[in-house]
Structure formats: C-alpha cells, structure tokens
C-alpha cells in the first residue's frame, strides 16, 4: 500500500487504474504456469515460421528442467544465458527458474574480456550459447570453471523450408565444431532429461534471487543487478493493469533482447505471464521488422528511438495499414519531442488509433516503472509511475525531496526495486537507502523534474551534465533541439574539456539522407542553434559524421565519443589544441554583446 507519508499526485490522474494491486507470491514459472493452465492451446511464442502452444512450452520447460538436475544443477547454481531472443534461450531461462538456479543473462555480442568477466562475477557453473558463438568460449575455457558449455543452433528450432533456405545462407557462416570439442549440443543436452525421473521442481520464495542483468548503473561501473521473482511477477501484473486493451493470445514482436530489462522484462515475461503471444526475433533491421509488423499483424511493439526513426524511412511501410496496433512503447533511450510528432503523426495516417507511449526507468527497477498513460499525454514528459511505483525528485547527494518543477535527482521506490548490486555492497549502499518515510529508494543519478499531476520529466544522468563558464548545459535538451533542425538526422552532445571554459560544448551530427556536409551546412545549423538555444549552451563545434557509434542496446554510445575526444586531444600537437579553444572560446564580456559570428564549427 502507499504510504501517507509518500506523496503521490499522480493518483488524481490514474482514471480506471488501481493505484495499488495484488502480486503473486510464486516465481516467474509459476506465474506462466497458470497461463498453461487456462490457455494451453493458445500460441505462446512463434519463431521463424514455428508456432508452439502454451501446453508445449510447458513440456519443453520441465523437459529442460529435467536436463539440468540431470548434469548437477541445484538450488541457488548460476546458469549464464549468452543467447539472442530464440526458443531455446526462453526455454532455458524458465527451466533455470522451475530448478530454483539463477539465470545469469548476458550480450551474446559482448567480447571474450566481458563474457569472462560475467561468468566469474556471477559465479556460473553452467552456459548456454548459439554455435556461432562457440569460439570466445572456448578461447576463455581456460580461464573459468565451467562445468559445462551447452552450444545451440538457430536452424534446430527453424521450419523446414526456412531451414534450408538459411543452410545456403547465413548457416554457411558458421564455423563447424569440432568432434572433440568440449561442449554438449542441445538436443544431445535435453536427452539427459529424458532419463531423469526425480523431482526436479524446487519450490522458491517469492523475494528469492532469480535473475542477474547487467548494468552500468548509477555510477558507471559495470554492475550484476540482483533481481527476485517478485520484481519480474509485479512488472507483468503492472503493465497488464497500465494496457487494459490488452487480451490473452494478443502478440508482442520481440526484438528487444532478452539479455536486457526491458526486452526480458516487458517484452518477454509480462507476455507470457499474461497467456500473450510472444514473436521471437534473434536478429533483425529496419526493413525486416516493418515486415514482421505487417506480416504478423502484431498488437503490441516495443523499442528504441533509433528503431522508430528507421521505421519512418521504409518503403514498405508507405501504405501500411496499423489499425492492428494496440500499443506502441518506447524506452533505453530519450524519445525527442520531434521524432515523437512525427512517428504520432505517422500512426494517425496509417489506421491507428494509438500513440506512442514512452516509459523510462532502470535496470535497477528490471526496466520500466514509469509509463505514458494511455488517456494523457504531456509533451516532454516519460509519463506517471505504474501502479505502487513511488516517485520524487530530490536535491542531489540527498534525500530532501524539492518541490514540484523543480530539478533534482529521480529517485524510484516499489514492489521492482532490486535486491541489491552482485558482489558490490558498497554500491549497493550508494544506490538504496532508506528514507525517513520508511521505504527503500533508488537513487538513479539520473536528473529529472516532476509537475504537480506526477508526471515525470527526465533530463539526463547526472554525469553527462556539462559545466561550461558555470553554466549547467544538459546534452539531451540540446539533441533534442538539433534533431529538430530538417538537415539532421541525429544528434550526440558531449563536454570537451577546456582549461577556460572548463567544458566546451561540441555535437556530432549525422545529417539525413542527401544534405551534404558543407561549409554552407554547417552555417545554416548553427544559425538555426542561436535563435534556439542560450549563448552559454551553444556547440563550439560540430563534426558531421556518417553514423555514431551505439551500445549493444541500440543507445548512441556517447562516452565512445567522449574517450576518442580525450585521445584526440592527447595527440594533437599543443598549438593546434590551443589555436582551437581560442577559435571556439567566446568571453563573458563578448557573450553580453549582440552575437554576430558563429563560433568555430569543425569536420
């Protein structure tokens, strides 16, 4: 319940939604399980032109179950899943949590470094990865105590004609194994199971550790994040109850990985935990996922800003009729006020009757916990928090909340908050502290302001915030602004360091198709940047370039950026450093006169 003492003026605004609600006490398999029960004959996920009906996943769940008490796992045993979103890494995520292990999610993309790092983190005993992926295990096999590497292959869970159509294709690829290698094949795997005839369900408590994602988290240091049955099991219950549209056997496209919070979270266990129909999408580009819109009629999508941003450029989506959607999400990254028109615009045009409904939250919250109505809309805003999801704004390094509209630090309280960082107590300590009004908050690091009907504004981490000449300067309200302009694309504003200015302010720019990166360009931006945004503020350089690098995620990766400026500067000779922080410096005396050359801009 909400406490008396936790303000709470998004309340006034629910409409229809219970403020507070009921959760399961079981774990995640428990909640699907039900879902069997009333609806086996429903689809629970199709992949690659294979449908498979809840009663089957079950079967396919305990068999794996099985297979795993048959090769040692026990209670509490982590099982690192290094898999994108296919059958065999739902299945395994389930069955780890039927034998009461802990399911050790992790980018199948991540380096040899980082997969090393992950196991030995979580202490993994076991992993499940795709064959072609087979060589940076064994190139640390060495390194980690493994008992076992379980090596699947996406052609196993294809339909015939697909099947042979990617073994001329994208099987020819993948490097074959060899005979001797130590590994275990899944099919090979799942007949251990069948062998196995004691129990294997272990019965957990609902606070019970069941997940570990990984996170940058609040401080930038790479993180496992701890998560319970209860965390995931109050997310679904709470994106059921914010979609009331939403019907058992509807269909969530999956692209979303299920290595992240949102993909895992949203996507994945709020479908099948509410008898929904999940489409599984290993890989996927712009055009294959406008495709699979279409083609699969899906009711529900989710994803990043850049993935709407393509969609809007594909020709297969001109005519494209979406009155099948019900609900259009967006989240990992900030929605501009622009692309948001535009993509709203696109939806009123093309038979829908909905709009994009951006969330926001943190890993350390599984994902979203703050969520766009569906009746209201602010424009700006990441919406109001779900049900029992507390929010407040508080002056940074504090707990003193500040009042409506005024900045400060999110911090998030609720039935989804963590357990607690992996191995990191001290962390853990930074991050959850307990208030004076007797609830655990999430202190995020994440700058943001909140109106007095609870709707949330997110600015930005707080580590990204430039100083430049004493001046706060919040990259994310300057991309918003940039993205805007009709030459752009998309935008990432970062700080470079200045011994004046202590930062200056510089954007990389990828211009839209058929601008080209010219003088004249570059001129007409930056006119465009002094009537929109304050002196201080203003980009001291903009480099054009042809693409910006991005996170497994799909998030533009903007400390990339940032460390190749810090190398950058290290490698220019003194004067050409110096020559350029005069060229792009301007004095406060000068920012007082009438402005009437744009500072420096460089390619």
Request: hydrophobic share 35%; aromatic share 10%.
């Amino acid at each position: 319940m909400i406490s008396n003492e936790v303000k709470a003026p998004w309340l006034s605004c629910y409409g229809d939604v219970p403020p507070t609600l009921s959760y399961p006490e079981g774990t995640m398999w428990d909640a699907v399980e039900e879902m069997v029960k009333k609806y086996p004959k429903y689809i629970a996920y199709n992949f690659m032109g294979c449908k498979t009906t809840y009663r089957e996943f079950a079967s396919q769940v305990e068999l794996c179950a099985k297979a795993l008490r048959a090769i040692g796992i026990r209670e509490g045993d982590r099982i690192t899943i290094c898999m994108p979103n296919c059958p065999q890494a739902v299945i395994m995520f389930y069955a780890v949590n039927l034998v009461g292990a802990i399911a050790n999610m992790i980018h199948p993309l991540s380096s040899e470094r980082e997969i090393e790092f992950y196991i030995k983190e979580s202490g993994s005993v076991v992993a499940l990865t795709l064959d072609q992926f087979y060589g940076k295990f064994e190139a640390i096999r060495q390194n980690v105590d493994l008992q076992q590497v379980i090596i699947a292959r996406i052609k196993d869970e294809m339909s015939p004609q697909l099947k042979a159509g990617y073994m001329l294709t994208e099987g020819l690829k993948v490097k074959r194994i060899p005979s001797d290698a130590p590994v275990v094949f899944w099919n090979d795997f799942l007949r251990g199971g069948r062998k196995y005839h004691w129990k294997y369900r272990v019965e957990r408590k609902k606070d019970d550790p069941a997940v570990i994602l990984y996170s940058g988290g609040t401080t930038g240091i790479t993180k496992g994040i701890l998560l319970s049955n209860y965390n995931f099991n109050a997310l679904a219950r709470q994106i059921l109850v914010a979609n009331p549209m939403f019907e058992p056997g509807d269909s969530m496209l999956c692209v979303m990985p299920i290595f992240h919070g949102f993909g895992l979270g949203v996507t994945i266990h709020s479908i099948l935990a509410n008898g929904g129909r999940c489409i599984l999408v290993p890989r996927f580009t712009a055009k294959s996922y406008a495709k699979m819109i279409l083609k699969y009629r899906c009711n529900f999508i989710a994803g990043v800003p850049s993935l709407y941003e393509a969609l809007l450029r594909e020709p297969c989506m001109k005519k494209a009729d979406l009155s099948c959607l019900k609900g259009v999400f967006c989240g990992g990254d900030t929605l501009t006020v622009e692309l948001k028109r535009r993509f709203d615009k696109f939806l009123d045009e093309h038979n829908s009757r909905i709009h994009i409904r951006e969330g926001y939250g943190t890993t350390e919250c599984v994902t979203a916990s703050c969520l766009t109505p569906i009746h209201l809309a602010k424009e700006g805003s990441v919406g109001q928090p779900l049900p029992d999801m507390y929010y407040k704004i508080v002056k940074v390094g504090t707990e003193e909340e500040v009042p409506y509209g005024e900045e400060g630090e999110i911090c998030i309280a609720g039935p989804t908050v963590m357990l607690g960082y992996l191995n990191q107590p001290e962390e853990t300590e930074k991050t959850l502290r307990r208030h004076a009004d007797g609830l655990l908050w999430v202190h995020t690091g994440d700058l943001g302001v909140m109106d007095s009907d609870g709707f949330v504004y997110f600015r930005q981490r707080i580590k990204r915030m430039i100083i430049t000449n004493g001046y706060n300067v919040y990259p994310s309200q300057l991309e918003n602004i940039l993205d805007a302009h009709e030459y752009v694309q998309v935008s990432c504003v970062i700080g470079v360091p200045d011994p004046i200015r202590m930062q200056r302010v510089k954007a990389f720019i990828v211009l839209k198709t058929g601008i080209e990166p010219t003088d004249e360009t570059k001129e007409k931006i930056m006119a465009y940047c002094r009537k929109n945004i304050a002196k201080y503020a203003l980009p001291r350089e903009i480099e054009f370039r042809d693409s910006l690098p991005k996170t497994l995620v799909g998030k533009v990766a903007y400390r990339l950026l940032e460390e190749e400026e810090l190398e950058r500067l290290k490698s220019a000779p003194q004067q050409e450093i110096e020559e350029e922080q005069e060229e792009g410096h301007i004095t406060g005396q000068e920012e007082n006169k009438e402005q009437k050359k744009a500072p420096a801009v460089v390619i």
